[in-house]
């Protein structure tokens, strides 16, 4: 035991952590102890790295190629996300704008952290990815939650930014597809809000980490719209690479000085291994394992979807990406919270209580992940039923 007193920064009093990891953990225990569990609250795939990919890695590792990569990245890996960007969506993208980052964690640490002065205010939409309002609260600005519902697809829109946009209002952050909705901004939707945002001299961060894993439509990046706005990617979600912590951020041309001074200081750069690991991730021999992963992940939608209405959940609308679905539980309970717990303990299904994502109606919504097999969604479907008999 320390005799000194623990002195604590003020702003830590903002920092929550993830509720789910409690649960999470104790799911865990009674697994330990011989429980069976179905994980419907674990937010990465399930399935491993592709094989190319931890092969080009271990060569790394073999190699002793474990120096410092320069702070804006390898530039053959910066080559390579550029050419992605012109082969997926015809979009050019000089390497010189794109920055690999420790996960989207950095890079939206990054771009927060060039944008931000403390009591700038930055518009999220709510429900929305937690770790964002504590970024921003990190670097002592205003979250600003946006309240979003089915009517707007769970997304910001360009009248929402209209109406909370004030004097101090320096971004707007979204996502798409969302994290916990899984809902797409349509192109016309996103060149509108990229259109308010830029209008009122702010920034757009479009958070594109779930591209790729998108069931219909066609998907277009935040940079067809402009160059003037922020794009945080990730080879965690599609790419299946969650543990190896890269990422990357498109910055407009004027930010690349101060967000490589950033990621000097903050990080020095990304991991080595994983950088060389993924030089292989657009080759045709990964995409094809992961495009198989996507299918696979769209059949799962499309069982546990219509499987959670039959039981009386409501999701008011067909998420077209990501792996969750986002259920307004009031049908059964005022304290989504208190109902997880249960659904844990008496019917061994876990998954992720409306707490996490903001402070928009938490108590009536649960997030349901489909990142484990149909047989065990089946399964889990199957222990709701008779939980909720
Ligand atoms: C919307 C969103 N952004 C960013 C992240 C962070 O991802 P990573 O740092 O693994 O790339 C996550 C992780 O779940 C997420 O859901």
New binding site residues.
């Given amino acids: 035991m320390s005799h000194l007193p623990i002195h604590l920064a003020r702003r830590m009093a903002s920092i929550q952590p993830f509720f789910v990891m409690d649960l999470l953990g104790r799911a865990r225990r009674m697994e330990a102890a011989g429980r069976s569990i179905i994980h419907m609250e674990i ?2 795939p399930d399935h491993p790295t592709p094989e190319p990919i931890i092969r080009a890695g271990l060569d790394a590792l073999r190699r002793g190629d474990l120096h410092y990569t320069p702070s804006l990245g390898l530039p053959a890996l910066r080559e390579s996300i550029a050419a992605f960007y012109q082969e997926r969506y015809g979009v050019a993208v000089p390497a010189g704008r794109i920055v690999v980052t ?7 640490l990054l771009a927060l952290g060039a944008l931000i002065d403390p009591g700038d205010r930055v518009l999220l939409g709510e429900p ?2 937690p ?2 309002r504590h970024f921003v609260r990190f670097l002592e600005g205003e979250p600003v939650g946006v309240a979003v519902g089915p009517e707007g697809r769970y997304q910001l829109t360009a009248e929402l930014v209209a109406r909370h946009w004030r004097a101090g209002t320096v971004a707007a952050l979204i ?1 798409s597809p ?2 916990p909705t899984g809902t797409v901004v349509a192109a016309d939707a996103l060149a509108a809000m990229v259109a308010a945002v830029e209008g009122r001299g702010g920034r757009l961060i479009c ?1 594109e ?2 591209h790729g894993l998108v069931y219909e439509g066609q998907t277009t990046t935040a940079l067809a719209c402009s160059d003037e706005l922020f794009v ?1 990617n ?4 599609y790419f299946h690479m ?1 543990g190896w ?3 990357w951020l498109v910055v407009p041309e004027g930010y690349v000085d101060a967000v490589d001074r950033l990621a000097q200081n903050l990080f020095l750069a990304a991991p080595t291994p994983a950088q060389y690991a993924a030089l292989v991730a657009f080759a045709p021999e990964t995409r094809a394992i992961l495009d198989a992963r996507r299918d696979e992940f769209r059949q799962r939608r499309d069982f546990l979807l219509p499987a959670l209405r039959d039981l009386g959940f409501v999701i008011p609308v067909t998420p077209e990406g ?1 792996f969750y679905l986002y259920a307004d539980c009031s049908a059964f309970t005022d304290d989504s919270f208190a109902f997880a717990e249960r659904l844990l303990e008496e019917a061994g299904v876990a998954v992720t209580p409306g707490r996490d994502f903001g402070a928009n109606a938490p108590e009536r919504h649960l997030r349901f992940a489909y990142t484990t097999s149909l047989a065990n969604l089946a399964e889990g479907v199957r222990r709701l039923g008779r939980f909720l008999a």
């Fill in positions: 937010g990465e420790p996960g989207a964690s950095g890079a939206l929305g990815y770790c964002n996502a969302a994290n958070d980490i779930y945080v990730s080879f965690s979600k969650t912590r890269l990422g990501a």
